[in-house]
Every structure is written in structure tokens, then in C-alpha cells.
């Protein structure tokens, strides 16, 4: 696991943005926290690492918002799913096992459909402060996060 803080939206972006510079297709990256987290700032600028030059928005409302960069980029806010159910009439699984990046936000609503290999990406603070806590759910992921927190340098 590694521990990230940052004291503003565009921080958050910023580390979002070297992760995305790192992710690969297939990758699958879950982004959890409360309402106002930051999780949409981090999965913008994680577009933005995978060269998506479209407006990002929350699909909290369309459930799944797709994206063009150096891959396909599959964003997905899950908030609002009650049931199983719903994620096969959405095509989850088509989108976990395709060929493009996929970020899950509220992935804890997917149930037993979540695969085994992911980035954990919890978010928590107050105000501006966020502290970003990555944990890697599959051995690939481990080289990844030691670049991150090489590269993520927020003393600018």
C-alpha cells in the first residue's frame, strides 16, 4: 500500500494523472469514498494520463461514460445500482474483461461480479485535504505504484 496527500483538487488530479500515464488495457482501477471524495477528480485526471482529450464527467446518471486516449477508457460510477442484475443488462463483465481501462467508482455495488486483480483506491478527508490510499489486488499492480510514488511529486 502506499499513502498519498494532497491539499487540492488539482493534486488529486495530478496523481491521477501519473497513474494513468501507468495503467495498461485490461487494468482495472476502483475508486472508493464517500460523496465528495474525490473520486471523479482522481478518474480525470486519470483520463487525462491515458491521453482522453474529452470533457470527463461522472456517469453517475449513465451509469458508464466510454472515452478515446492511447486506450479505450470505460468509466463507471455504480452508485446508483441496487441490484446485480442491473450490471449484466448494463454488460459489466464485457467492460471488466475488454480491451480498455476500466475505472469503477462505488465498485463495492458490484457484489461477486468484482474480479479477483485490481487497484484499491480508497479516498478520505475534509475540506481539500485528501489522503489517497492505493493497495494493489493483484501482483501487477506492484511495480506500478512503486513508479507512482516516485513520480507523484506534490511539493510544487
Known amino acids: 500500500m502506499i499513502k498519498i496527500n494532497t491539499s487540492n483538487p488539482e493534486e488529486t ?8 500515464k501507468k495503467l495498461a488495457p485490461g487494468d482495472i482501477v476502483c475508486l472508493q469514498g ?15 494520463g491515458l491521453g482522453v482529450k474529452a470533457d470527463i464527467t461522472s456517469p ?22 441496487r441490484q446485480e442484475d442491473e450490471l449484466f443488462d ?14 469503477i467508482e462505488w465498485p463495492d455495488k458490484s457484489g461477486a461480479l468484482m474480479p479477483d486483480q485490481y487497484l ?10 485528501r ?11 506492484i511495480g506500478l505504484m512503486a513508479e507512482l510514488k516516485k513520480d507523484v511529486d506534490l511539493s510544487n
Open 13 to 20: 488530479f495530478k496523481v491521477g494523472e501519473e497513474l494513468g
Open 34 to 48: 464517500d460523496l465528495g471524495a474525490g473520486k471523479t477528480s482522481l478518474a480525470k485526471g486519470i483520463c487525462a
Open 60 to 81: 453517475t446518471y449513465t451509469i458508464v461514460n466510454e472515452y478515446r486516449g492511447k486506450y479505450k477508457v470505460n468509466h463507471m460510477d455504480l452508485y446508483r445500482i
Open 90 to 103: 448494463l454488460g459489466f463483465e464485457e467492460y471488466l474483461y475488454g480491451d480498455g481501462v476500466t475505472i
Open 120 to 129: 484499491d483506491i480508497n479516498l478520505r478527508g475534509e475540506g481539500t485535504d
Open 131 to 141: 489522503e489517497i490510499r492505493i493497495i494493489p489486488q493483484a501482483n501487477k499492480f
